[in-house]
């Protein structure tokens, strides 16, 4: 039933549905509130599960890994500097194809040092060898936080869920929780096959020489790329379950003929479904990229047929690069017979405010030449002059 | 669409104004949003706090440019350009001060509605927490929402005392509040 | 006779200003206090690693910063390691500018101990300052090792279930000195003078020094912002927060307390231990508890003064006409 | 509008252009309020303002503080009954300041050194004043007219001034050296004495008031109060008064073997003590109280409890709260006196009222019965002023309804302290009231502010401390004019000034200045305009209240933060000169 609820604490309920029996909380802005609700629940009896106050991220990941191998549903939830420092165990954790899951309250990464509001901690993990589902809005993270943990234990792979940190964990909206019963009929009880136990002692995680790596590393590939379909079932059965329409791989909304498309990943997108009822203009499809990995190549080319120009508007920056979505999404619609031309441009780096006016200033920008990479929201007239002159198109 | 901001200073509760707010108008089937100003909140630093109310789903997320209504829960925030900066032509002002609303209004050029939010609260709740008495102030005003949806929501909240003496509160300021004097400009700016 | 402006008599003050105003800290901040206090005794001659955390984030929002001194910030759990790299780099110039590591209780006891125990077991000449304010309260409260047993925090909150945090407060300096290092010992706000004299013996030693300085919260330990001395000095007073010095591991030195306070005094101002005071039974057994760990203090460290000293507990603040020209 | 740097690093201390002073909504403020010590002194010194300087080593500057109320310290050192340390916040710490010591000590290191009351020279039209009497009233009057600049004419019926002090005090609690160096030095300063000048004999008061603008009168209380018991008086009445004055002159006193004393001043006590050392068996009775805590100062003896304690040890025996229900007369010879047990009780509008018990009657043989009840105006050359009253009615500045120009003070005033500190400010408030005369401008209205309780101090910044007590002469030794009180050596003053608590005062110990959290406490050497060590920067402080609370003295103190009355009321930036705190 239909409840105002502030982002983390939506997270917070949904995780609870799921029946967790470990939860790891260390404290990170902004997604602090996620841990903090756990702890309130486990406080007053509402959940009965073990909660381990760790003293660092870097602990917090390898308890869940810990709990989750010793056969327990596990979760644990970060941001920024925390992704980071548990990034060593976030690989060992993909590799030893461990199921958990992950909530990721998107924020800037130091130096300089940020509190607010982008993308590029989970971006700089995306070859961890974790599934990343990204949400549009708050409903959308209460519904795939749910499918998350069904996903993570049939692929036997960790999955990250990103959330935009504070524009979506510290917002307030009207959202739907599922009842207890619909979730545990969706999501059964956690089953690990290599879970460790005494009766049939495996050993994970052991050395692996040259002559085995490659097979090692072409199943986890293997397992990632089959994860879409996992994806899109989960989303399916949960559509089913709970009413609500669900897109996992890619959400397209805009009329077919469109030849303009401008492509997002989490709460922008619902600013640019704003700012286009609001300034008009060309018909143009708005695109969501739900998975993030693995790449839904197919689904991206199906959306993108017919589009002669796709905007790419991403939330960070690799400094030196040509992009990271847009480098992607070029490679994933070079194969297609006439690819559109993708610009690529980010914005609201370091929790900058994306206002609806980025519409317009991105259609206004794709008729002008501009840099293959760059933020459409830089303000030049902070930047040294010689600096600022280097700014203009090459 | 309704958009209103709320300033305060860190620890005066204007976060929690904004989500009573938006929890009022979701409880009556209206579509709202609300969110802090991100940042490190410091005890004693001004902080705002945003709202949205809409008949429709409200999709984007983005911060609040050009409230229509001010909720000042510290009247020294007056002094700072930026508590006024993007109010709509013509928005409304309710501002927890001793001051009489005719002076501010002119000083300010904008619709103030002053109200001791502070002696109020302090007298019925027992201590100063004036945001519950400038919602009650802010819905008698403009009609936007029925007032007892303010109720039911504090009721989410509190129970006890704590509750019985908030919504005395809000009777005591609904009561002395002139109602819908700023229901038209409510209207104008959701279309 | 020339009128002075603020500026002109803020840049001549007797006592090196290491922070300056204009930081945003909350009103009656224990960390921001503690941190000049500190700097007025090691002087300019030093450069700063710092971890994230309040203090890091209250002095230096773009463009602006606080500090005077050469000062660094790179993450949370790296602090003593930077340091050590900063000392090795100094050593390495013959240059005896000292090192300083500043940090708050979740970045010394918890996600900074690692990197704090290899600079210690490798001697580096680094003093490291431990502001303990007893929970993350940058993000807002959370409980961390150092949080005492039974206070509330976001995530130890008083709950039908617990009575605030389960745990005790880690014996951090217990641990410190098992690394045998010449100096560490304790301080709090209340008592400056005294706070600043174990500054200069941590930086005369050589070798690594460390100092834990009790910094009261007004937000997090919910007392009034004008409290925060008045709660510090109960602290050391009830024997909660013991005032010692240790060195290679023995205890060499400690403030006696000349008149004990029960523990209630000093809980009764807190809003952290505010369900301690309702009149459930677990209430009083905790209350007991906590009032058992002060007596254990107090006989372990031998800190009851058998009688009045000039720096026990009630001396040592005492004030003099024209202050305290040397401490 | 800042240029983005390289690892965004920032330059030092730029968080100055970061006011935070509009985080507050109260405010620190340097709050001056008078001391106890100050409230409770009739004379109008501020014993914290002196001690203060004492405490710097500077005795000149503490003299010349101190002499700014009250001229004659080594006299008022030695017999005031010192209300400022009954009503010292200390004493409810540990014990009160021996401010009358300190006194004491400055007083004589005037004489010792001569320091200068340094008077202004008189303008040749100075204006000029008359004075009648020049006892403690007088000759305060006087000075603190010559401090404005008035000439004044001092006139005593007798050869020499001091008036009471001369006549009343014994040696042994006044020595007639120090009497005489301190009135001396006083008189050398600048006032015209003119002795063997009796109003009414040599000079009428009509004659005074045509040749002087403004008259002072101070003729004390020389005429003894008539006593009886139911109209019964002895043959022999010698009242307390006489005999002491024989005594003081003459060193001669009556054979006696065995005397009631009557009455509880310090004519009384003296006169038992004095009685005493001839070996005579001495009782005092009077309808007071002892002094103590949680006596009202109307109920109780108007005496030093160190004086009352010196005449227990002398052997007088005391019965307070009696009163004498009969003489038992043989004849006309008294034979003993029938004593009750009496209590004198508050009727509510400030009067009292002496209540006896019946049933608690006792009898006393002694020989003689002495009245020490007090004395009345001599009226000779008033007569037409007093009428039939005892004492001039006159306002608080002495100011004689009806009679512009006139003025009363001391003694001679209804409801007088009856002390010398009384007398010295009689004389002082008189003296401005009659300046405000002479040039015909409205008196000054002295405002009465509430002065610093204990309450408001921090006492975590204090030590108990033992007050230093004064040697007394032992008993056995106490027989001819030798002063009994030692008073306290420069050491011990020097430790007792260390031990005041400056209440209500600035005394520069850096606890504001050190425990700000944000450094908006900058510490001056020069003083402050307000009289402190210390600046509150407001640009930056942001009204936590700390320095307030942890204020050892209560100078400072939190104020609501008064909103500008125009919105936008621009920060002060740093380059303007201060308005409040010129530094001098």
């Known amino acids: 039933m239909r409840q105002a609820l502030e982002g983390s604490q939506a997270i917070a309920q949904a995780v609870a549905l799921c029946r967790p029996q470990v939860v790891a909380a260390y404290p ?367 | 669409m309704i958009e209103i901001r709320i300033h305060g200073r860190g620890g005066q509760g204007s976060v929690v104004a904004a989500y009573v707010l938006a929890t009022t108008a979701i409880d009556v089937g209206r579509f709202a949003q609300a969110f802090p100003a991100f940042g490190a909140e410091r005890r004693g630093a001004p902080v705002a706090s945003f709202v949205r109310i809409a008949a429709t789903p409200i999709r984007r997320h983005c911060q609040v440019a050009q409230p229509a209504f001010l909720i000042i829960q510290d009247e020294t925030l007056l002094e700072l350009p930026e508590t006024l900066a993007g109010l709509l032509p013509g928005g409304g002002i309710v501002a927890n001060t001793q001051r009489d609303s005719q002076a501010l209004s002119d000083t300010l050029g904008h619709p103030v509605h002053a109200l001791p939010a502070t002696r109020l609260s302090r007298d019925t709740l027992g201590r100063p927490m004036p945001n519950t008495a400038l919602l009650a102030a802010f819905l008698t005003l403009t009609n936007l929402l029925p007032v007892a949806g303010l109720k039911d929501a504090l009721a989410q909240r509190f129970k006890g005392d704590v509750l019985a003496r908030n919504l005395d509160l809000i009777d005591q300021v609904a009561a002395a509040t002139p109602a819908g004097l700023w229901q038209e400009r409510a209207h104008a700016t959701s279309a | 006779m020339t009128t002075r402006t603020l500026l002109d008599l803020r840049l001549n003050q007797p006592r090196f200003q290491g922070m300056e105003a204009g930081h945003r800290a909350c009103q009656g901040c224990g960390q921001a206090l503690a941190a000049r206090l500190v700097l007025e005794a090691t002087g300019p001659d030093v450069v700063v690693a710092n971890a994230t955390g309040c203090l890091e984030v209250f002095t230096t929002a773009w463009p602006d910063s606080a500090w005077r001194v050469a000062w660094l910030h790179s993450l949370f759990e790296n602090t003593a390691a930077v340091a050590a790299g900063m000392e090795a780099a100094l050593k390495a110039q013959g240059r005896n500018t000292k090192v300083l590591a500043f940090a708050g209780d979740g970045g010394t006891f918890d996600i900074g101990f690692q990197a704090l125990s290899g600079m210690l077991e490798r001697g580096h000449n680094v003093l490291f300052v431990c502001f303990d304010n007893e929970a993350y309260m940058n993000t807002g409260v959370q409980r961390s090792g150092s949080t005492p047993h039974a206070a509330a925090t976001t995530t130890s909150p008083a709950g039908v279930a617990r009575m605030g945090k389960r745990h005790l407060k880690k014996d951090i300096l217990s641990i410190i000195a098992a690394h045998h290092i010449p100096y560490a010992a304790t301080a709090s706000v209340a008592y400056p003078a005294d706070l600043r004299k174990k500054v200069r013996r941590g930086l005369q030693v050589d070798g690594p020094s460390f100092l834990q300085i009790h910094s009261p919260c007004p937000l997090g330990w919910a007392h009034g912002s004008e409290l925060s001395i008045e709660v510090a000095r109960l602290a050391v007073q009830t024997g909660l927060f013991p005032l010692i010095e240790l060195e290679r591991g023995a205890l060499t030195g400690a403030m006696h307390i000349r008149q004990i306070r029960p523990v209630t005094e000093y809980l009764k101002l807190q809003g952290r231990f505010r369900h301690l005071f309702t009149d459930d039974p677990r209430a009083r057994e905790e209350l007991a508890h906590l009032q058992a760990l002060a007596d254990h203090n107090i006989e372990i460290y031998d800190l009851l003064g058998n009688s009045p000293e000039a720096l026990d507990t009630e001396g040592a603040d005492t004030v003099r006409r024209g202050g305290l020209h040397s401490a | 509008m800042p240029t983005m740097t390289p690892g965004a690093f ?102 010792r050194c001569g320091w200068d009351y340094a008077l202004p020279p008189l303008a040749a039209d100075a204006p000029k004043a008359a004075l009648v009497g020049a006892g403690p009233a007088g000759l305060s009057c006087a000075y603190h007219l010559r401090r404005q600049g008035v000439r004044a004419v001092l006139m005593d019926r007798l050869p020499v001034a001091g008036g009471t002090l001369r006549m009343a005090l014994p040696g042994y609690r006044l020595p007639r050296e120090v009497l005489e160096a301190e009135v001396a030095r006083l008189l050398a300063a600048g006032i015209d004495f003119v002795p063997n000048m009796a109003l009414g004999r040599d000079v009428s008061l009509a004659e005074l008031q045509q040749d002087y603008a403004a008259v002072f009168l101070g003729p004390g209380r020389h005429r003894p109060r008539n006593w009886d018991v139911d109209g019964h008086t002895p043959r022999d009445l010698h009242p307390a008064l006489t005999l002491l004055q024989e005594w003081v002159a003459f060193g001669t006193l009556p054979e006696i073997h065995s005397a009631v004393i009557v009455g509880g001043g310090n004519s009384a006590i003296d006169m038992a003590r004095v009685l005493a050392r001839t070996g005579a068996k001495v009782h005092l009775v009077t309808h007071d109280a002892l002094p103590g805590p949680g006596v009202a100062r109307e109920a109780a003896m108007k005496v030093a409890p160190r004086d009352i304690r010196a005449a227990e040890e002398e052997g007088v025996i005391l019965h307070p709260e009696h009163g004498v229900y009969h003489i038992i007369l043989r004849g006309e010879k008294v034979a003993g006196v029938e004593l009750v047990r009496m209590k004198k009780l508050a009727l509510g509008n400030g009067r009292y009222e002496v209540v006896p018990f019946e049933g608690t009657e006792t009898v006393l043989h002694v020989d003689q019965v002495i009245p020490a009840i007090g004395q009345e105006v001599a009226p000779d050359g008033m007569e037409s002023l007093l009428g039939k009253r005892a004492f001039f009615h006159v306002d608080a500045a002495g100011r004689l309804a009806g009679h512009a120009g006139l003025f009363v003070g001391g003694d001679a005033r209804q409801g007088a302290w009856g002390t010398v500190s009384g007398a010295v400010g009689d004389g002082r408030r008189a003296a401005f009231a009659m300046l405000a005369h002479l040039r015909n401008e409205a008196a000054a209205q002295e405002t009465e502010i509430a002065p610093i309780g204990l309450a408001e101090l921090n006492l975590n910044y204090f030590e108990q401390a033992p007050r230093a007590e004064e040697v007394l002469l032992p008993v056995a030794d106490r027989t001819g004019c030798a002063e009994i009180a030692q008073g306290l050596s420069a050491v011990q003053v020097a430790a007792e000034a260390a031990r005041c608590f400056s209440c209500g005062n600035c005394m520069a110990c850096d606890n504001c200045w050190t425990l700000c959290p944000d450094q908006a406490v900058l510490k001056t050497r020069e003083l402050a305009a307000d009289g402190s060590h210390y600046v509150i920067d407001y640009d930056y402080c942001k009204g936590c209240g700390l320095c307030a609370h942890e204020c050892p003295v209560g100078y400072l103190a939190m104020e609501v933060e008064p909103v500008a009355s125009a919105p936008f009321a621009s920060c002060r930036t740093e380059g303007t000169p201060l308005d409040a705190p010129v530094l001098r």
Request: charged share 20%.
């Open chain 1, 28 to 394: 990170i802005t902004p997604q602090t509130h996620i841990v903090e609700n756990l702890a309130r629940l486990v406080a007053d009896g509402k959940l009965g599960c073990e909660l381990v106050s760790v003293e660092s991220e870097f602990s917090a990941a390898s308890v869940a890994l810990g709990a989750a191998c010793a056969g327990s549903r596990a979760y644990t939830a970060s941001a920024s500097q925390g992704i980071l420092l548990m990034s060593e165990v976030l690989y060992n954790i993909a590799g030893l194809r461990v199921p958990l899951v992950l909530t990721c309250a998107n924020r800037a990464l130091s130096a300089p040092l940020s509190i607010w509001n982008d993308q590029q901690d989970s971006m700089a993990v995306r070859d961890a060898g974790w599934i990343q589902l990204y949400c549009a809005d708050n409903q959308e993270a209460v519904d795939i936080t749910i499918q998350a943990f069904r996903i993570a234990e049939r692929c036997e792979l960790p999955v990250m869920v990103c959330v935009d940190g504070f524009t979506l964990t510290h917002t307030l909206e009207p959202l739907e929780l599922p009842s207890q019963e619909i979730v545990d009929r969706f999501l059964p009880p956690y089953r690990f096959s290599r879970g460790l136990d005494p009766l049939a002692p495996l050993s994970m995680g052991t050395l692996v020489a040259p002559e085995y790596f490659t097979e090692a590393r072409h199943l986890h590939h293997e397992a990632l790329l089959a994860a879409r379909q996992e994806v899109e079932a989960a989303a399916a059965d949960w559509a089913a379950a709970c009413g609500r329409e669900q897109a996992p791989l890619v959400r397209v909304d805009g009329p077919p003929e469109a030849t303009i498309g401008m492509l997002t990943l989490g709460s922008v997108f619902g600013t640019l479904l704003d700012a286009r009822d609001q300034f008009g203009g060309p018909p143009v499809k708005l695109l969501h990229l739900g998975c993030f990995r693995p790449f839904p190549t197919e689904a991206l080319r199906a959306a993108c047929t017919g589009l002669e120009h796709l905007i790419v508007l991403e939330r960070a920056i690799s400094p030196g690069a040509d992009g990271i979505v847009g480098a992607e999404v070029r490679s994933a619609l070079m194969e297609l017979d006439h690819p559109p031309r993708v610009h690529n441009f980010a914005a609201g780096l370091g929790g900058r405010d994306v206002p609806l006016a980025i519409y317009p200033r991105l259609l206004d920008a794709i008729g002008k030449p501009h840099p293959r990479m760059s933020a459409i929201d830089l303000r030049p007239e902070l930047l040294p002059d010689k600096a600022h002159a280097a700014g203009e198109a090459p």
């Open chain 4, 10 to 111: 920032a330059h030092p201390a730029t968080s100055l252009d970061f006011k935070t002073g509009t985080w507050r909504t109260q405010r620190p403020v340097h709050h001056l309020r008078p001391a106890p010590c100050h409230s409770g002194c009739p004379a109008g010194e501020s014993p914290r303002d002196y001690l203060a300087r004492v405490a710097e080593g500077n005795l000149q500057a503490a003299w010349e503080n101190l002499v700014a109320a009250n001229p004659l310290p080594a006299i008022s050192g030695r017999v005031c009954d010192h209300p400022c340390e009954t009503a010292c916040n200390r004493g409810q710490f540990d014990s009160a300041v021996a401010i009358h010591n300190v006194e004491r000590l400055l007083g004589d290191e005037a004489i």
